[in-house]
């Protein structure tokens, strides 16, 4: 099963489940509730922490859930920050999720001290629903914007090519 946020993450071939870490969750569950998929794959775009460039194509099974203020050392969690599809973390890229979108390089380079490369709104929670219902999943991320002080700028320059160069790749693999 393909699956995208939607509204302005519409993907033709994928299933919206919803947009931020709670409404994702919820939809998703739902889904997984009615009609297990035996496959996640989540299709969407993503913001670089400074490693990738815009519209490059990025596969991962590992996502985060980080927050700035974690970098701060102004709060902590209780909870397994990390969830993967997979087994050799080691060699995937990180993609951290959050309700928050970065636009500063100077956060953004914390964040890669931390190994995280890419943000995305929706992954973790995806990730984490597939794992609480033992379906494997995965995601597939076209590069947007560095998350930077002109982060929603780039976004919206550069969204819809993006958006484009992940249906032909929805094309193919079906």
Avoid at 90 to 116: C, G, P, Q
């Amino acid at each position: 099963m393909i699956v995208c946020a939607g509204d302005v993450e519409s993907i033709k071939g994928a299933l919206p489940v919803g947009i931020g870490l709670v409404n994702s969750a919820i939809n998703l569950t739902r889904v997984c509730i009615m009609n297990p998929p035996e496959f996640i794959l989540f299709v969407g775009t993503a913001g670089s922490y400074g490693n990738y460039k815009p519209f490059d194509i990025v596969k991962s099974k590992v996502a985060a859930n980080v927050e700035q203020s974690f970098l701060e050392k102004k709060s902590y969690t209780p909870i397994d920050n990390i969830v993967a599809s997979t087994d050799d973390v080691s060699r995937e890229t990180i993609v951290n999720s959050s309700n928050y979108i970065t636009a500063s390089k100077e956060v953004s380079d914390k964040f890669l001290k931390l190994n995280l490369e890419l943000e995305n709104m929706e992954f973790f929670s995806i990730l984490s629903v597939a794992k609480e219902f033992n379906i494997p999943a995965g995601g597939l991320f076209v590069v947007t914007n560095y998350c930077f002080e002109d982060a929603h700028k780039e976004f919206k320059a550069n969204h819809k090519r993006a958006i484009k160069i992940l249906e032909e790749h929805i094309r193919n693999i079906k």
